[in-house]
């Protein structure tokens, strides 16, 4: 079916822009006061529109493949046909080894370069891969400079502790749950673990210098599990996550959910706390360091004793069910996990300081679930420090988890709460099958939505809900990084309906390099603001990067057949016309 959007031309910083969009995607229905709050607070920012239209077309191949010589056509063609068969993604790793072995390091990389690594990597360094970027900004589409050097994590370090992970990520006073039997095992940073951090930190540096040579506007990848040990972000996350069950199975003494809405009184939380062993006065903690809780709490609120950890360290207790006593929840967090969370807050703030020397945005990458309530905390600690007035740290949310947008309105209020810009990158996710299979091996809940249907579902609820936080104060900041075009439709659709403006600069669009050339420059062309993830560094050293892409992307590819029909269409344009040989000129 054609899709197609229409606007209305004017000045953007003056008019409003107007939609006409056909979408079959789901989006929640928003009716009564707060749609038409929003819509009141959006339209003082925006005037008439002028009656001229202009064509945003995913579908016109002669405009959309503008930026690609006919070669580039057919390699994308042959790619997404080999992507398709499951048996070559199941096996990529064999037959990448295999090949090295039949063609010897050197031809194997060529003839890597001239496939998948061509296909989905813009080069080796940074030399290599300006000619690339250069031609891509010149047809309105920027980008997220990704060093992609990567060890994976999941089987060689995860592998190492997964006698010392907690098996229940969850807590319930009623259950004997393995995760209150003893916490995971302090661990000791050795200087050349530290070093390869730093090492790490150096590489980001670069990029982040490339970046910014490259565009006035760009982005940079980061990964948190790069600047400090995986075993410290798995402590961390396991504290955090104990902290947050204790906090609802506290709200539900108080009949209450852990809901951001529900609030807990704090004489009651304060009694429940005494009965169950605790000496800490949580009354007079909040009472008298937070100003205005009028006698009850929320989780934010909560969460705060964390982030003051060295002054409540006595607050800070949760049960042991094995023992039936209350414990320290600090009690394995020692001096040393201390120091390293200190290492990593020098790192980052050193990228941010770069960042902000080199006017780039950087963007922290989800990994795994076990790391992620860690990643997240320390991405929140940066972006209250460097975004106080511009989004410069973008936080990563992924939509197939099942606790999405509980996270994602979390932080927004937080941001709100406390002043600074929230910025977010929003995904579908990029390790289905692998928590899959942990949770099943560890034995607990499937952290991921059901099906590829209720992530659509989360994906536009958590999408929605930062539209309209942005266009009720214009603080907040996302990038819609899908391949999905009905999802970008429906953005398209709601900046329209909120009157948020593509010049604003606050909500950006976002694809792999690659991928779905037919979304990005039609909308870098229409003067979105949209960009390619651009991943680089060497050929041997990237094959890790593009195995996890082929796993994770397996059902795009393998539904990739509108996008090879429209590569086919333009091939045989150029052919009938006489374009073969085109090569783009900028």
Same mark, same amino acid.
């Given at each position: $079916?054609a899709?197609?959007?229409?606007f209305r031309?004017?000045?953007l ?8 969009v ?21 339209e003082e ?28 056509? #057919? ?10 068969y499951? =048996?070559?993604?199941?096996? %990529?790793?064999?037959?990448m080894?295999l ?8 031809? =194997? ?11 989905f ?18 047809f ?33 006073m009623?259950?004997?749950r ?17 070093a ?25 990848a980061i ?8 075993q ?5 996350s396991?504290?955090?996550v104990?902290?947050? %069950? ?9 009949? +209450? ?17 005494? /009965?169950?062993?605790a000496t ?5 903690? =909040?009472?008298?360091?937070?100003e ?13 004793? $964390?982030d ?35 290492r ?9 300081m ?19 309530p860690?990643?997240s905390?320390?991405?929140?600690e ?10 410069i ?10 606790d999405?947008?509980? %996270? ?8 709100k ?6 910025a977010?990158?929003?995904?579908r ?6 928590e899959r299979?942990?949770?099943?091996e ?5 952290p $991921? ?17 930062v ?19 009905d999802?970008? +439709? ?8 909120l009157?948020?403006?593509? /010049? ?7 694809q ?6 037919q979304?990005? =420059? ?6 979105f603001?949209?960009? +390619? ?12 990067? #593009?195995?996890r892409r082929a ?34 000129v900028?």
């Amino acid at each position: $079916i054609a899709h197609s959007v229409h606007f209305r031309r004017g000045l953007l910083s003056t008019h409003r822009l107007r939609s006409t969009v056909t979408s079959t995607s789901p989006s929640p229905a928003r009716t009564g006061k707060e749609d038409r709050g929003h819509r009141g607070a959006a339209e003082e920012e925006t005037e008439n529109p002028a009656a001229d239209e202009v064509l945003v077309d995913f579908e016109k191949t002669q405009e959309v493949y503008r930026s690609k010589a006919s070669l580039e056509l #057919l390699r994308s063609l042959v790619v997404f046909k080999l992507c398709s068969y499951d =048996f070559l993604v199941d096996k %990529n790793k064999e037959i990448m080894d295999l090949g090295k072995k039949v063609l010897g390091q050197k031809a =194997f990389d060529q003839f890597m370069k001239m496939t998948f690594y061509g296909q989905f990597v813009a080069g080796e360094d940074q030399k290599e891969i300006r000619p690339l970027i250069q031609k891509n900004l010149a047809f309105g589409v920027g980008s997220v400079l990704d060093y992609s050097v990567e060890e994976d994590i999941s089987e060689v370090e995860v592998g190492q502790i997964e006698a010392n992970v907690s098996k229940q990520p969850h807590f319930d006073m009623e259950e004997d749950r393995d995760s209150m039997k003893g916490g995971t095992k302090a661990f000791t940073c050795t200087n050349s673990e530290e070093a390869k951090c730093d090492r790490h930190m150096e590489t980001f540096i670069k990029c982040i210098k490339a970046s910014g040579w490259s565009s006035t506007d760009g982005f940079s990848a980061i990964k948190m599990t790069a600047l400090g040990r995986p075993q410290f972000l798995l402590n961390f996350s396991e504290v955090l996550v104990k902290w947050q %069950n204790f906090y609802a199975f506290l709200a539900a003494q108080q009949g +209450k959910d852990a809901t951001l809405k529900k609030k807990l009184d704090l004489t009651q939380m304060q009694e429940c706390l005494t /009965k169950l062993g605790a000496t800490g006065d949580y009354y007079g903690w =909040f009472t008298g360091q937070k100003e205005k809780h009028e006698g009850c709490i929320d989780v934010l609120d909560w969460n705060s004793l $964390i982030d003051e950890r060295t002054k409540t360290a006595h607050l800070l207790v949760v049960p042991n069910v094995e023992l039936g006593e209350l414990e320290p929840l600090l009690k394995r967090f020692t001096q040393e996990e201390e120091e390293q969370m200190r290492r990593i807050f020098q790192r980052m703030e050193i990228l941010g300081m770069h960042a902000q020397e080199n006017g780039v945005r950087l963007m922290v990458d989800a990994e795994q679930t076990y790391f992620q309530p860690a990643i997240s905390r320390l991405t929140l600690e940066m972006q209250r420090i460097f975004n106080t007035t511009k989004p410069i740290i973008f936080n990563t949310y992924q939509c197939y988890l099942k606790d999405a947008y509980e %996270n994602i309105t979390r932080d927004v209020q937080l941001s709100k709460r406390e002043g600074w810009c929230f910025a977010a990158k929003l995904v579908r996710g990029a390790y289905m099958y692998q928590e899959r299979e942990r949770a099943e091996e560890m034995g607990y809940e499937d952290p $991921i939505n059901a099906d590829y249907e209720s992530t659509n579902r989360m994906y536009h609820r958590c999408l929605d809900y930062v539209l309209d936080e942005i266009a009720l104060n214009r603080k907040a900041n996302v990038m819609v990084a899908s391949h999905n075009e009905d999802t970008i +439709k429906h953005t398209l659709k709601r900046m329209n309906e909120l009157r948020v403006l593509p /010049k604003e600069n606050k909500v950006y669009f976002g694809q792999l390099l690659g991928m779905c050339d037919q979304i990005s =420059f039609p909308l870098g062309q229409a003067g979105f603001p949209v960009f +390619k993830y651009v991943p680089y560094g060497p050929v041997s050293e990237v094959m890790p990067y #593009l195995s996890r892409r082929a796993q994770e992307n397996r059902g795009f590819m393998k539904g990739a057949q509108r996008e090879r029909e429209l590569l086919w269409k333009e091939l045989k344009r150029r052919l009938a016309s006489g374009e073969l040989l085109y090569q783009p000129v900028y």
